[in-house]
Structure formats: structure tokens, C-alpha cells
């Protein structure tokens, strides 16, 4: 499978030697000059590995480093540099980096620490699927079937999240331009309601009602066990992305209590010793 890498540099020719020499060796090379443009393309696709500079104007990569552990952990990245001191190093490396490359480099040092790079896994699953790969016919169908009704802007998110899954920003972006209201007005209505996610999903969505009704009945068992069955806490995803997990409060379904749901199927009664059973159908 062909490898997708982000090189970030203000320096032109090191962005065109890293290409040359990775592309040799079969991976995907995409080159900006600055952190900005580096985190609009994270934002629209997903990157196997980033390997970007660490001394840049405006946003350095620090400051980028940081940005990619909050918003896409998934993002294995190596870090560069030309002022390698200890204390660069030192700093480098506690953002948890996968590689350290001091400029400068000879090229089949690069090709050595990308494919160790690669080879590693990501601290979270990489996502099933992103802004790239899904149907954008599809999206603009969704957009134009809804763009002239007011008050539709949940509809239009219930039929994008079905889509692809989640909502990351760069759909919101295309969302709000469409229906001509404000980003921090999507982003405000995904944030509101649970059902919405910003984060990439397992193919299967659990979520654990942890509401007053069926917190009474144990639900904090049935969560502890899924947990455990799954090998994952909440907000993660399973490694081979069967699964993702979630809490939520109260679903309105407190008569059946205590509730887990699977995607779109609801369970209730759950038996806090058996919940891992609910999961062995799902494939
Ligand atoms: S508290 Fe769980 S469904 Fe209401």
C-alpha cells in the first residue's frame, strides 16, 4: 500500500530532495513551506508520517508537532533540523516523536529512519476513511438537496456523519460555505450534540448509557467489561477498527435499562457479566 508523507520545510530544496529520494522508494511525497499549510492538508488528508523542521517562521514545528498529538494522533512524525543541540533534541523528543534527522543528511539515512518510521504503529488506529476517499458526489448531493431549507443544518450534519462517518473540520468548512452561515456556528451545533463526532469512528459505535436510570442498574460495569473486552477506554478506537467506545447520558430509553448501543442496534437489560456477548455478532 502506498505510504503518504508530508514534508514541511521552508526551504524549498530540502522539500525537493526529500521527494526525490522517497519517491524513489515507492512513498507518496507532499511538500509545503510552512506549518499553516501543513496543518490545512492534515486537516483534508490523512498522512502516514510528517516530517517537518523545527525552525520555521511564524509557526514553528513545535508548535506543529503539538497541533498534529491533539488533533491527529495518529500522525507518526520525524522531526529535523539543522540546529541540533541537546536542548532541541531534549524538546523534540518529548513531544513524542518517532525520529530525530540533523540536517544535514545523507539520503539513505532518510529512507532508513521513514521506513522505521512507518513500520512503527500509530499511537491510535489510522482512520478507515477521510476527506479524501469519500464519495464527494455524494456530500454535494446531501448539500444541495437541503441548501435552500432553513433550520436544516442538523439533517445536512445526520446525512454528512452517516456518509463518511465523522465530521472533521475541513467537511464542516465545505458545510457552512454551502448553507452560507458561519463555521462557528456548524462547529457549535457538533459540539452540542453528542451524537455528532469530530473524530474517525470504528465501523461499529459503541456507546454505554451512563445516565442516572441505568447508572443504578451497573452501567459502569457494563462499561468497565466492554473496556476490557475491547481493549480500548472511551474515545478510542480498536486496532483493527472494528470498534470504536462512547458514553452517553441517558438515550430516553431509561425503561430498558441499563442500555448499550452497537451502531444502530439498542440493547437493553444488559447483563453487566455478559456484555462482552453483545459484540461476538459484529464483524
Ligand atoms: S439513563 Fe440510560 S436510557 Fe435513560
Redesign the pocket.
Known amino acids: 500500500m502506498e505510504m503518504n508523507v508530508l514534508v514541511v520545510d521552508d526551504d524549498e530544496i530540502i522539500i525537493r530532495s526529500c521527494e526525490a529520494v522517497l519517491s524513489a522508494e515507492g512513498f507518496k511525497v507532499t511538500g509545503v513551506t510552512s506549518s499553516k499549510d501543513a496543518m490545512a492538508l492534515i486537516d483534508e488528508r490523512v498522512f502516514d508520517l510528517v516530517i517537518t523542521d523545527l525552525i520555521m517562521p511564524t509557526i514553528d514545528g513545535f508548535e506543529l508537532i503539538k497541533w498534529i498529538n491533539e488533533n491527529h494522533q495518529y500522525t507518526r512524525v520525524i522531526a529535523m533540523t539543522g540546529y541540533s543541540s541537546k536542548a532541541v533534541l531534549r524538546d523534540a523528543i518529548a513531544l513524542d516523536i518517532v525520529d530525530f534527522l540533523p540536517k544535514p543528511f545523507f539520503p539513505h539515512t532518510l529512507t532508513e529512519a521513514v521506513k522505521k518510521a512507518v513500520s512503527t504503529p500509530p499511537k491510535v488506529p489510522m482512520p478507515t476513511q477521510d476527506v479524501e476517499t469519500y464519495d464527494k458526489g455524494k456530500l454535494k448531493a446531501i448539500l444541495q438537496k437541503y441548501k435552500k431549507r432553513p433550520g436544516a443544518l442538523i439533517m445536512v450534519l445526520q446525512e454528512a456523519q452517516e456518509l463518511i462517518g465523522y465530521l472533521p473540520a475541513s467537511v464542516q468548512k465545505i458545510i457552512a460555505k454551502t448553507m452560507k452561515i458561519p463555521v462557528s456556528e456548524v462547529h457549535a451545533v457538533v459540539s452540542f450534540y453528542s451524537y455528532f463526532t469530530m473524530k474517525p469512528m470504528g465501523k461499529y459505535n459503541v456507546r454505554v448509557?451512563q445516565?442516572?436510570?441505568?447508572y443504578v442498574k451497573r452501567a459502569d460495569e457494563i462499561l468497565a467489561k466492554l473496556k476490557d473486552t475491547m481493549g480500548i477506554n472511551e474515545g478510542e478506537i480498536t486496532h483493527d477498527s472494528l470498534f470504536s467506545l462512547e458514553t452517553v447520558r441517558?438515550?430516553?430509553?431509561?425503561g430498558?435499562?441499563?442500555?448499550v448501543l452497537v451502531g444502530t442496534d439498542t440493547f437493553g437489560g444488559v447483563d453487566p457479566t455478559k456484555a462482552n456477548e453483545i459484540l461476538k455478532d459484529y464483524h
Request: hydrophobic letters at 45%.
Open positions: 448509557c445516565g442516572t436510570a441505568c441517558c438515550i430516553g430509553a431509561c430498558l435499562a441499563p442500555v
